[in-house]
């Protein structure tokens, strides 16, 4: 019998490198992260099953039990932490603003992001949108809910900037000619990571009519699959493959 127990992975698929929709791939998802949780299920003998979430949504619905693992490009932060067990942290970054090429003197200094001539376009729910109510409150801010259509806005000329993190800027800009990044590069905030988000206190899924049976507690068990990866290079790869580094 090859069945395996099923794990629901939430992911809001609007965030490369780690989480978009494909409807061409079997998981309907592609990026580093969905790789990632294939071979950590892998490892555990789980079957993935990825359920399309958004970023407003992404944690209610993690504590309220409608998937028990949040992936896609989750940044880590001490609250969150406090609220759900986390695998190890990966991927280190900084917030940027990902700007027009042809914009690079128009902002020289952060401070000339705020200016009511500039026009902000920020996603809902996460730390991209924290960045933008809290440092750019003059700017003049518009809310779109697919994060992964702002950088062709940014690049056509509907909107001036997006505040992403280095690693989604870097994608778009290597993929777009009219893209940069503005100040060169340089982070807007101090570094944080990726990670993985587990719900706290739940047992690794069992097959139909095995659920009585006791089960060790489904972050050790990622844990210990994450460890196996890290030694045979899995990670190495997947974060070579993905993140260029």
């Known amino acids: 019998m090859n069945a395996k127990p099923r794990l629901r992975i939430g992911i809001p698929g609007d965030y490369l490198p780690f989480g978009i929709i494909d409807e061409g791939s079997q998981a309907g998802f592609a990026g580093h992260d969905i790789d990632l949780m294939e071979g950590l299920c892998r490892e555990a003998g789980l079957a993935p099953q990825f359920i399309l979430t958004s970023w407003p949504a992404l944690f209610e619905e993690l504590s309220a039990g409608r998937f028990d693992v949040a992936a ?27 700007i027009r090429k042809s914009d690079e003197k128009r902002f020289l200094v952060p401070e000339d992001l705020n200016h009511p ?43 001036d900037v997006m505040i992403t993190d280095s690693f989604e800027a870097r994608w778009y800009s290597a993929r777009d000619v009219r893209l940069t990044l503005a100040f060169g590069g340089k982070g807007l905030t101090p570094e944080s990571w990726k990670t993985i988000l587990v719900r706290r206190g739940v047992r690794k899924p069992q097959l139909p009519g095995r659920e009585s049976l006791p089960g060790e507690l489904l972050i050790t068990s990622l844990l210990s699959a994450w460890g196996r990866l890290e030694r045979t290079g899995f990670l190495a790869e997947l974060s070579h493959k993905w993140l260029g580094s």
């Open 117 to 159: 001539a500039v026009r902000v376009i920020k996603n809902p729910g996460g730390t991209n949108e924290v960045f933008v109510n809290t440092h750019l409150k003059r700017a003049s801010v518009a809310t779109v809910a697919d994060n992964a259509s702002i950088p062709a806005r940014i690049a056509s000329e509907v909107g």
């Open 72 to 98: 896609g490009g989750v940044s880590w932060l001490p609250e969150r932490a406090r609220r759900f067990d986390d695998l190890p942290r990966y991927a280190p970054f900084a917030k940027v603003a990902l």
